[in-house]
């Protein structure tokens, strides 16, 4: 255990962001330091290639230093920001470096400085290191495609999940009956609920055959809406075995007078319609993987786990141990734990203390530029410096403290008012900083507008004069 460094609160504290090159990031930083500047008095230090940069940064602050010509953008932002101690000014001063899409929400941000455990503090990223692992390696050109391709397949489901639960809460689907909530249904869904439906409708007939007979149409039972929801999300691969043997006509209910052949003209002329949906619609009740492929050319190999392509090549897009096997061939670093929860670079603490560290995670950055085996990322690099240095156990920054806020994030639940739940365990998280990697500045993100009221812009104003 790394204990907490006791001269913390005897140094200046500052905070630092590096951008290079391209106009979005500059966007971003330029809206993130108005946040900042709101909330801190200290000081607030830029490092850029300025010859680099497609706009200007709008900031008064700023330490221009020169890259390598040989660098793309990416590669002189890794550069810069792994190399970020030998930029700045150490002595006596305990730093926070933040990416220029990592936004201050409150003052509590500057409480960020009393959690520096030595050597370096960092916080967790939102996946561990096998769901990383496709986004570290570099594959073929056809195949990383292919893998993007497949990945934006997974995210636009977990975006139709979300808006999927959104229509059912807010009661925006079409109904299937008039009194339950609303669920939208395609051609074999509607077969499928038909059939169950009509098979407790003459379950209800026979236990009401003994009673006083009561004139009534002979199929009045109709499912709520929220059991047809559930059927279908749970008990899926059942009904498509039940409509498949109903349509090839092997369906044989059996009762206490024999053998019931369910009859396909029966079943059509004599069940209750479900109301205005006999229209061919989208499919939403579907899993993942039927969703990816009914969309895409890629197949679901469950024996293996693994996604096809239709050459029968593996597409690796959600978790692999490629990027461990990696760092043991590069660096002949050992990661002893497959899925560790490895760190998020957005954000992190570091002082003179942080050297050796630093040292070694920009020398490994930099090593990786000319190998076509890893992708230009510095998180993979991050991981083989703390295994390393042995910091695989090395305390953690709060969450609040680098929120990472996933849009399409599937147990993610955003409660309103910048609070959120990650899952069932983890609920009511109040962010400081918050890290918006994805949609930033999409007006039609509740989370997004939310952020953007917490800035005052005459606060911001006095700050920067």
Known sequence: MVAKMDVESQLEHRYVFVVCGDKEHILALNYSLKHLRQFTDNEILVVSDLSRNAIDIEHNNILDIETPAHYSNHQAAIYLKTGIHKFVELDNTLWCYLDSDVIALNAEVNKIFSHFMAPVTFCTDHCKLRRFSPSAVRQSAEVKAKAKELEDMILSFAEFE?????????????????????????????????????????????????????????????????????????????????????????????????????????????????????????????TLEEWVEEKSEFTWDMQNENWLDTKNQVIKASESDDLLKLIQSTFDITVKEPNWQHWNGGVFLFSEISKAFLDTWHKYSIQIFQNPKWATRDQGTLIASAWEFGLENQPTLPIEFNFLADYYHSTMAYKGNLVFDINAEIKNITPNFIHIYHHFGDTSWQVWNDVTGTLTEKRNSIIKS
């Open 162 to 286: 979300k808006e999927r639960a959104k229509e059912i809460s807010d009661g925006t689907d079409v109904s299937i009956d008039n009194n339950a909530r609303k669920i939208n249904f395609s051609d074999w869904e509607i077969k499928a609920l038909k059939l169950v439906n009509h098979l407790l409708s003459q379950s209800q007939k026979k236990k009401t055959a003994s009673k006083t007979p009561v004139k009534q149409s002979p199929h009045t039972f109709q499912l709520p809406s929220f059991v047809a929801y559930l059927l279908l999300r749970i008990y899926r691969p059942f009904l498509k075995l039940l409509l498949s043997l109903f349509n090839s006509g092997k369906l044989t209910m059996y009762e206490e007078q024999g053998p019931y052949h369910l009859d396909k003209t029966e079943l059509e002329a004599s069940i209750k319609t479900i109301p205005g949906r006999e229209e061919k619609i989208e499919d939403k009740a579907i």
